[in-house]
């Protein structure tokens, strides 16, 4: 037999500016892979030293101080593997996105990201200049190429490495996720092996980071672009990756099929993304738990489920906050999810606060009819109210708004836009119920209704008046949902989503909702980011603008 590499994949979740605590970690876990997997070389995300994204923590005066000593603490331990950290390097008065590889206490090689990503929630040109030299590292007499992250989707860092001879590339990442984006990545990979006619080693952060939501999934890739090893996604992981010398001195390494994680659903991606994303949100910003208002609806049923596999029973609060027009079938619902999930469940009644403010408000509102503004009203007692508690209790208020309701202003400012995470920034009305629906058959085993399915079948409602449904003022959420993936992901105009068979009226009234109530969504909480265009860092229009609706 040839002579072979262990390759340990550290998967890590990592906090963004915890230095000290980052670098903790990538000794620990360097020592255990030695110790438990022999490792020759262990390979950890982008950036590991910092967190990803680090933004403009980036532009700290102590940023290079802290740096270094983080290197220096790594150095002093003389580990015998070959460590490939991810670490801003400033060179005089620029920054650089790079790599450095460690071993017994000295750094053996160092290279700089080539390309660097402006797009989407990426804002790297911002901090980062361009590196442009290969680097290639002789290890057990394989040559090994390394990169990092975007690197990878450009051919040129590729065709760099073969040229020079590579039989071996690793690729260190912190790839957020979107839907699709695993099989986006093995396709990636696929084909970059083969080009490169080498295997990859591709090593993906996990965890959640405000809005972003890194969902691991790191990979082997063999020479012709099969995966042979595949970590699971959405927890940390440190993934032995056995590489083995190619039949002839210049050949490529092989890889031996190995581990294989087993693939999800796309409700399942959908549902530990948000459960991931909820979890590091509270846990890393150090509040207690949470408090969210239970309607007995859809959204803040769905929430309350995420939530409360998130964090545990004993960490989440719900709340309703009956008023006039709250149903029995609200309160039977909320009162029954609660009581399946075992959460602190407490129910005020608005009435009172909603009467005192009306009275406050009575030269105010006299000689006008009820509208929109006494529904808002109600909307703010029960935001005040979750706002007390969060700042009394230590507690992070959830807000339960989907993706469909922001885009179109169905919500209200200061009421139940009024928190710190909308659970449900990027999920659309329909994928709502999809969510649901999974969470009560194939998210566990429990044979409890987590979701009551009285809550499910029933028409969606603010009640914030008598009989109101929302498809007395939203077109039918299938339509709606549809209009808006075409609009506000795919950035289709409204004559081109008219073409498509969609009533014109219709179109341009929803085009124009979305325009109108950007200002709403410039106030509030963030939320996971689950597609390719989600409201908040990869959507950045104009509040005050005078873009007409058209071609």
């Avoid at 063999?222 to 210049?250: I, K, N, Q």
């Avoid at 169905?410 to 999809?434: I, R």
Wanted: glycine share 8%; charged share 20%.
């Amino acid at each position: 037999m040839g002579q072979q590499i262990n390759v340990v994949m550290a998967q890590l979740n990592l906090l963004v500016g915890d230095i000290d605590s980052n670098t903790s970690l990538i000794i620990e876990v360097a020592k255990k892979a030695i110790q438990e997997n022999s490792a020759d070389i262990v390979a950890y995300p982008e950036l590991a030293l910092t967190g990803y994204p680090p933004e403009d923590l980036l532009f700290r005066p102590s940023l290079t101080i802290r740096i270094e000593k983080a290197l220096q603490r790594i150095r002093d331990e003389n580990l015998s593997a070959y460590l490939v950290i991810g670490y801003p390097e400033r060179v005089g008065d620029k920054l650089f996105n790079a790599l450095t590889i460690i071993k017994n206490g000295k750094q053996v090689a160092n290279y700089r990201k080539q390309h660097l990503p402006n797009y989407q929630v990426f804002d790297e040109q911002r901090y980062f200049d361009k590196g442009s030299d290969v680097c290639l590292l002789e290890i057990a007499g394989q040559k090994v190429a390394f990169t990092i992250c975007e690197d990878m989707w450009e051919q040129e860092p590729v065709m760099q490495a073969r040229a020079v001879g590579a039989q071996l590339m690793i690729n260190i990442n912190a790839s957020p996720y979107h839907i699709n984006k695993l099989s986006e990545r093995q396709a990636l990979l696929g084909s970059r092996s083969v080009e490169g006619g080498f295997p990859i080693i591709y090593v993906n952060m996990v965890g959640g980071q405000d809005e972003l939501v890194f969902d691991g999934g790191s990979m082997a890739v063999t020479a012709t672009g099969e995966c042979h090893c595949l970590a699971p996604s959405y927890e940390e992981a440190l993934v032995p990756v056995l590489v083995r010398e190619g039949m002839s001195p210049d050949s490529p390494c092989e890889i031996p099929l190995q581990q294989i994680a087993p693939s999800l659903s796309l409700e399942a991606q959908l549902y530990q993304s948000l459960v991931l994303g909820v979890r590091d949100y509270t846990n890393k910003n150090k509040f207690k738990g949470v408090v969210l208002g239970l309607s007995g609806g859809i959204d803040s049923a769905l929430t309350l489920a995420i939530a409360t596999d998130a964090l545990g029973s004993d960490r989440v609060q719900a709340v309703m906050m009956p008023f006039t027009f709250t149903s029995e079938l609200s309160l039977d619902g909320a009162a029954q999810q609660a009581n399946t999930l075992g959460v602190d469940y407490q129910k005020i009644s608005i009435e009172g606060i909603y009467s005192a403010f009306m009275q406050a408000l009575e030269a105010q509102f006299v000689n006008t009819d009820p509208d929109v503004s006494e529904q808002n009203l109600q909307a703010r007692c029960r935001g005040v109210l979750l706002m007390a508690i969060s700042n009394k209790k230590g507690l992070l208020v959830l807000t339960t708004g989907n993706k469909s309701e922001i885009a179109v202003g169905y919500s209200t400012l200061y009421g139940d836009m009024a928190g710190g995470f909308d659970v449900l920034k990027d999920v659309s009305k329909t994928l709502v119920y999809s969510l649901a629906r999974y969470r009560n058959t194939e998210y566990s085993s429990e044979a409890a209704e987590i979701i009551p399915q009285k809550v499910i079948d029933r028409p969606p409602s603010a009640e914030l008046a008598p009989d109101q449904v929302d498809q007395d003022s939203l077109p039918p959420y299938d339509v709606l949902d549809r209009i808006l993936e075409l609009y506000v992901e795919n950035d289709h105009s409204a004559a081109a989503i008219i073409e498509q068979g969609f009533d014109e009226e219709t179109v341009r009234r929803v085009l124009r909702l979305v325009d109108l109530n950007e200002y709403k969504r410039r106030q509030s909480p963030i939320g996971v980011r689950l597609t390719q265009r989600g409201f908040g860092r990869d959507r950045r229009y104009p509040i005050t603008n005078a873009w007409p609706l058209g071609e």
